[in-house]
C-alpha cells in the first residue's frame, strides 16, 4: 500500500463509503450514474458515439459539486480512480437494490 491508497478493494469500498456520507452528495452520485447509464444507452441506440462525450460530464459533474459543497472534501477519484469508479459502481447498485439508504440511519444511542 503506497502513501494516500488503501488496498485491497474491500477495506476501500468502507472509505470510500466515509467519504460520501452527506446524503445530498450521494444522491448526486446516485442521479449522475443514472445520467452515465442513460447517456450510454442512448448513445448505442442512436449510434452516435459523440452522445458518450457527456458521460463524464454528467457523472463526473454532479459527484464533483456533492463533493466541493456538501462533503467538502476531495474526490478519491483523484487518489485511486479505478477504485473510485468500482465503489461509484457498487455504491449505485447498493441504493438501487435498496442495500444502502441515500440518508444515513441514525443510531438510537
Do not use: D
Not at 469500498?13 to 449522475?32: A, Q, S
Not at 449510434?47 to 454528467?58: K, Q
Request: glycine share 10%.
Amino acid at each position: 500500500m503506497t502513501a494516500g491508497r488503501i488496498r485491497p478493494f474491500v477495506r476501500f469500498y468502507p472509505h470510500y463509503l466515509g467519504e460520501h456520507r452527506h446524503p445530498v452528495c450521494r444522491l448526486l452520485h446516485y442521479i449522475g450514474s443514472w445520467l452515465v447509464l442513460l447517456i450510454v444507452l442512448t448513445a448505442i441506440v442512436l449510434r452516435r458515439p459523440a452522445v458518450l462525450a457527456g458521460a463524464p460530464i454528467a457523472g463526473y459533474g454532479l459527484a464533483w459539486v456533492g463533493h466541493l459543497m456538501f462533503e467538502k472534501n476531495r474526490p478519491a477519484t483523484f487518489r485511486q480512480p479505478w477504485y473510485s469508479l468500482a465503489g461509484e459502481c457498487l455504491m449505485w447498485w447498493q441504493i438501487t437494490s435498496g442495500a444502502l439508504p441515500i440518508k444515513e440511519r441514525r443510531g438510537n444511542s
